[in-house]
């Protein structure tokens, strides 16, 4: 074991509940994050999520978040990343689940910049990734999916460091396990990092177009945002917690 990843083992005070004691299966390091987020009605969320899960809320408002950044050094355990494969630019929606306790996030939609990386990655993971073309440019994040007709343009500015954190900072960030429905049932993925260092944000530009069923994402209904420079994170294996019967 590395001494990057026995620390970040050993920093676990933050989580809601510990890490899994089992090996981990894969690293991976988030980058450059650009978090939105979007207060969204109950009624049009709940065909976009697994009727097996529930969707969590804050104080009675429901959210879905659209995060932009750079997935680096993703790799299996035991073998090295390949930069041609493992570094790649990264859109996900997300929204929030608390199933049993156990408080996570469920993707929507997730978009990569490399054809090959997203082939590989919902593969491996089972995760709706599909290709697209996110670029990263010194002023902010821009994407284009013609398939989806999904657009993304933004200029934006990091500013302070947000010391203390609202109940709604952590709440729609410090999620330490994701949701994957499967055809032969739901599963759980364990997630561990530090706690997520957070900045302020200022947008200076925001394009913004992403449908999902009956939920439309625009600039105008941003109801929140955040910035980090990322974390490195540890993946354990998917287990079932609703089988199909």
């Not at 954190?165 to 364990?190: A, M, V």
């Amino acid at each position: 074991m590395t001494p990057k990843i026995k620390t970040i083992l050993q920093d676990y005070g933050h989580r809601p509940w510990p890490p899994p004691t089992g090996p981990w299966q894969y690293y991976q390091d988030w980058l450059d994050l650009l978090f939105l987020h979007f207060q969204v009605d109950y009624d049009l969320l709940q065909p976009l999520v697994p009727t097996q899960l529930n969707i969590d809320q804050h104080r009675g408002k429901c959210y879905v978040s659209l995060v932009a950044f750079k997935m680096k050094n993703i790799r299996p355990r035991n073998l090295p990343a390949f930069p041609p494969l493992s570094d790649f630019y990264e859109i996900n929606v997300r929204t929030y689940i608390d199933q049993d306790g156990k408080k996570g996030v469920y993707f929507i939609n997730i978009e990569a910049s490399k054809y090959l990386s997203a082939l590989i990655a919902k593969k491996l993971s089972g995760l709706p990734y599909e290709k697209s073309n996110i670029l990263r440019d010194t002023a902010g994040y821009s994407n284009l999916n013609p398939k989806k007709n999904f657009k993304l343009k933004t200029t934006f500015s990091v500013t302070e460091e947000i010391k203390v954190k609202s109940s709604l900072d952590l709440w729609l960030t410090e999620r330490y396990c994701l949701y994957l429905d499967k055809p032969n049932g739901i599963y759980c993925f364990d997630i561990h990092h530090v706690e997520w260092p957070l900045f302020s944000v200022q947008l200076q530009e925001c394009q913004l177009s992403y449908v999902a069923g009956d939920i439309q994402l625009h600039h105008e209904n941003i109801d929140a945002m955040h910035y980090s420079p990322g974390v490195s994170v540890l993946a354990w294996e998917a287990k079932t917690i609703r089988p199909v019967l």
